[in-house]
Structure formats: C-alpha cells, structure tokens
T-cell receptor
Framework: DQQVKQNSPSLSVQEGRISILNCDYT??????FLWYKKYPAEGPTFLIS?????DKNEDGRFTVFLNKSAKHLSLHIVPSQPGDSAVYFC????????????FGRGTSLIVHP | DGGITQSPKYLFRKEGQNVTLSCEQN?????MYWYRQDPGQGLRLIYY???????QKGDIAEGYSVSREKKESFPLTVTSAQKNPTAFYLC???????????FGPGTRLLVL
C-alpha cells in the first residue's frame, strides 16, 4: 500500500515555464516532507523540505507547497531550465519510530530548450 | 572531500552466487541505509543501521544481509536467496537516523 504517491510518471515542460510536480500522501501522521532530485545512474540529492507546521518553503527557483487538509504537496520550479531534467522523488516522514522517510515512485521531468 | 562511495558501478552475478556491494562514507555519519530501485518504482528500504554494530531490516530485507563493523562502512550482500536481484542499489547515510540522507552514486546489479 503506497503511502506516498506520485501519480504522474512524467512531465514535459518548456524552458522558462513553470514545472509543477505533485505528491499525495495517505498517512496523516507524516510531519516532514522532502524532495530529492535524481539524474540517471546517480544517487538522489536532497533538494528542499517542508515541515508540517508550514505551508510553503522557498529556496531560489524551488518552492514546495503543503496542503495538509488535502494531504497534498507540490514542488514548483520557476523558471524551469534544461538542467532541471531529472527524476524527482517525494518523501515523507513520521515523527515516531525510525524516522526513515517513505519515498514515492518519482516523476521524470523533461525541460525542453 | 567528503562523500559516499559505492563500488563497483556495475556488478554481474551468476545464478546461485552471493555478491557483496561496497558502501563507504567519510562524512562521520552514524546512520547508513541501503535502498533498491527498480524501473518505475520508488526507493525501497532494504536495511538500515543507526550506529556501529547495529542494523535493522527494512521493508524488503529477504535475500539480503548486511554488517556494520565500522562507522564508515556498510556492505550489502545479495544472497542466492534473492530471486530477483537485478536492480539499482543505493547506499545513503545521515548524521543520525532519520535526518536528511546523502546518497552514493549507486551500483547496478545484473544477473547473468
């Protein structure tokens, strides 16, 4: 049973436009959310995170929005650049237990020049 | 230059053979993890270690074994009991359990 869902396996965007990557979760106990970026044949790298006490976190071109009532978060990339082409994983963590995040299946973003 | 290294980049396994994937970190992190990634799948946790000489099973530990004799090293053995070992294996570490993880470059395991 997937607790973190990324329902769009891929997304194609024009350079300079906004990329919006979506993530839904089912476990209401999740209190910390992360986005990782992964290039082919490389390990994921941490991109941005958000705590459940916030609804928005911004870092340069990357902004994550959290809607707790809808159990939904999204990653906005503005403006999108060809170098942003990668697989983006959403991950979520509960406050108890091992604290190890649960990952979604990823969304492959392609930014066209 | 701190980081996580995994070797080899590609590994071939024959039927019935055990193989060991290496993971080394010089970040002085206490926690280390092994994940498996299959096409179209997320990262699934195989084993994790909170501290030296301690490790716990993750979601898909069957057919795998680990050891954590040194802080810097967390090797993963894929045993012959793992019936579908072909995958991309990722090692990660974090300062303590559950903190933001730093990933290695991965090892792709193929079965001959």
């Amino acid at each position: 049973d997937q607790q973190v869902k990324q329902n769009s396996p891929s997304l194609s965007v024009q350079e300079g436009r906004i990329s919006i990557l979506n993530c839904d979760y089912t476990n209401s106990m999740f209190d910390y959310f992360l986005w990782y970026k992964k290039y082919p044949a490389e390990g994921p790298t941490f991109l941005i995170s958000i705590s459940s006490i916030k609804d928005k976190n911004e870092d340069g071109r990357f902004t994550v929005f959290l809607n707790k009532s809808a159990k939904h978060l999204s990653l906005h990339i503005v403006p999108s650049q060809p170098g942003d082409s990668a697989v983006y994983f959403c991950a979520a963590r509960t406050p108890g237990g091992s604290y190890i995040p649960t990952f979604g299946r990823g969304t492959s973003l392609i930014v066209h020049p | 230059d701190g980081g996580i290294t995994q070797s080899p980049k590609y590994l071939f396994r024959k039927e019935g053979q055990n193989v060991t994937l290496s993971c080394e970190q010089n970040l002085n992190h206490d926690a280390m993890y092994w994940y498996r990634q299959d096409p179209g799948q997320g990262l699934r946790l195989i084993y994790y270690s909170q501290i030296v000489n301690d490790f716990q099973k993750g979601d898909i530990a069957e057919g795998y074994s680990v050891s954590r004799e040194k802080k810097e090293s967390f090797p993963l053995t894929v045993t012959s009991a793992q019936k579908n070992p072909t995958a991309f294996y990722l090692c990660a570490s974090s300062p303590t359990l559950g903190e933001t993880q730093y990933f290695g470059p991965g090892t792709r395991l193929l079965v001959l």
